[in-house]
Each structure stands twice: as C-alpha cells, then as structure tokens.
C-alpha cells in the first residue's frame, strides 16, 4: 500500500511543467485508482517566470496537499534546482535538464542530469516536448507508483487536439531515456 509519494515539478513559465503534474495527477486517479493531489504556482510572468507543480499520491486519504519533502523532483532551470532541492527525501530523485542546469546540487540521493530540453529541439524542432519527456523519464523511474498505458491514457486527454502523436513520442524518448539510467546515478561534484 501506498502511504505518500510527493513529486515536485519545477521550472521556467512556459515550459508546462504545471501541465505535466496535471496529466500525472490524472493519471493517478481515472487510471490507477489511486488518490492524488495537484497543486501549482507560477510567478506573476506569464513567461519565464517562476513555475511549480507538485502532486501527491497515495491509496490513503490525503490529509495535506502539498509536498513536504518530494521523492522526486523534476528541474528544469538553475533556479528550479537552487530553489527547490533543499527538501528532496533523504534517498530521493532529482531529475535535471542538462541544458539549462549547469550546477547540481549536493543531495542524500540519486541526481540524473539529462538531455531532455536538446532531446525536444532534436526530436521536435522546438524545446516545447521537454515537459512530456520529463515526464516520461520520471514514469520509467517510478512504474510502480503510476504505469505507463496509465500516463499515455492521460497524456492523449490532456495535450492540445492535433498534437497527440508528437506527445506520445515524446513521452516515449523520455522513458526510453529513463529505462537507460534506471539503476545508475550521477554523484555531484
């Protein structure tokens, strides 16, 4: 049983990093069966700003929304990190874009500094797939807590109409990405 999972996106406005705790709320709930939380908060930038969404999984009843120390977090920025590593579970994840994360970290747990903002220019032309593939990278590392048929089920009912398939690849770059470093970790110098 599941007593309390905490993940905590965070990033740069614009990059959809509240989209990415919505579809894994979602996914928690309609498809596993489970409890969830989502809660976001985003600078008063529409872009570029500050950005944050954390989401909450249990099979209990949830008594408190928010994280309070995340088993995960997914960073997207330098100030994502700075700002929001310092609670990380003694043993938790952080999952960091190498493109704009130059300085991890030093945490009691596993870092896996990954290309996933170049993966969404190289794949797509764009940097807007890194929230999908992030995401992705996150499901091969936490299976167990929300599947994968589970995520693609709430990627596809929750992206923009048209875009279905390009977020189902992206999704899977970054699980393919994820299964590569499953059971690796990266030490911050």
């Known amino acids: 049983m599941l007593e309390r999972f905490e993940v905590r996106f965070a990033g740069a406005g614009g990059q959809g990093v509240i989209l990415a705790g919505i579809i894994l709320g979602e996914a928690a709930v309609i498809y596993e069966g489970r409890n969830a939380t989502q809660v976001q908060s985003y600078g008063p930038e529409a872009r570029g700003g500050a950005s944050k ?3 909450v999984i249990s099979d209990l ?46 945490v009691e747990g596993k870092i896996f500094h990954l290309p996933i903002v170049k993966s969404s220019v190289n794949n797509f032309g764009t ?63």
């Open 53 to 55: 969404s954390e989401v």
């Open 61 to 106: 009843e949830i008594d408190y929304p928010e994280v309070t120390s995340p088993d995960v977090i997914v960073a997207l920025t330098q100030e994502a990190v700075d700002k929001h590593s310092f609670d990380l579970k003694r043993g938790g994840i952080i999952i960091a874009d190498d493109f704009f994360v130059r300085k991890l970290p030093e």
């Open 127 to 189: 940097p807007l797939f890194a929230n999908i593939i992030a995401l992705g990278v996150l499901c091969a590392l936490i299976e167990n807590i929300v599947s994968k048929a589970s995520l693609e089920q709430a990627i596809l009912s929750r992206v923009p109409q048209g875009t279905e398939d390009k977020n189902l690849r992206a999704f899977n770059i970054g699980y393919e990405m994820g299964k590569g470093v499953a059971g690796s970790e990266h030490e911050p110098a």
